[in-house]
């Protein structure tokens, strides 16, 4: 019974080597830490996503309300997106206080 106990402590060892293996080879896909993706928070993924499903209709106020977060919490990720280069703004030609979103 010992030699069968030790088999299968063996076998579950090997399986959670080569579990860690694995996984240790998925992260090796993760961007480098000099990455600009390092540098974003959750809510600015999830505002990039919003961007590019809801362009050109996204604005600082349809984010706002969709993340429910306030506009000036809105403002202060878009613009740290705009200058990473990430998301664009262009002012609409009808009320030019006004920007839409686009990835």
């Known amino acids: 019974m010992e030699v069968k106990q030790r088999q299968l402590a063996l076998q579950a060892i090997e399986e959670f080597i080569a579990?860690?293996?694995?996984?240790?080879?998925?992260?090796?896909s993760i961007p480098a830490a000099g990455d600009p993706i390092h540098e974003l928070t959750l809510t600015q993924l999830h505002m990039i996503?919003?961007?590019?499903?809801?362009?050109?209709?996204?604005?600082?106020?349809?984010?706002?309300?969709?993340?429910?977060?306030?506009?000036?919490?809105?403002?202060?990720?878009?613009?740290?997106?705009?200058?990473k280069g990430l998301i664009l703004?262009?002012?609409?030609?009808?009320?030019?206080?006004?920007?839409?979103?686009?990835?």
């Open 49 to 83: 996503a919003l961007i590019k499903e809801h362009s050109p209709e996204a604005n600082n106020a349809f984010l706002s309300s969709q993340l429910k977060i306030s506009k000036p919490a809105v403002t202060k990720a878009v613009n740290q997106l705009i200058e």
């Open 19 to 28: 579990q860690r293996d694995k996984k240790m080879n998925k992260r090796k």
């Open 89 to 103: 703004a262009e002012k609409k030609k009808e009320n030019q206080k006004k920007r839409s979103l686009r990835d």
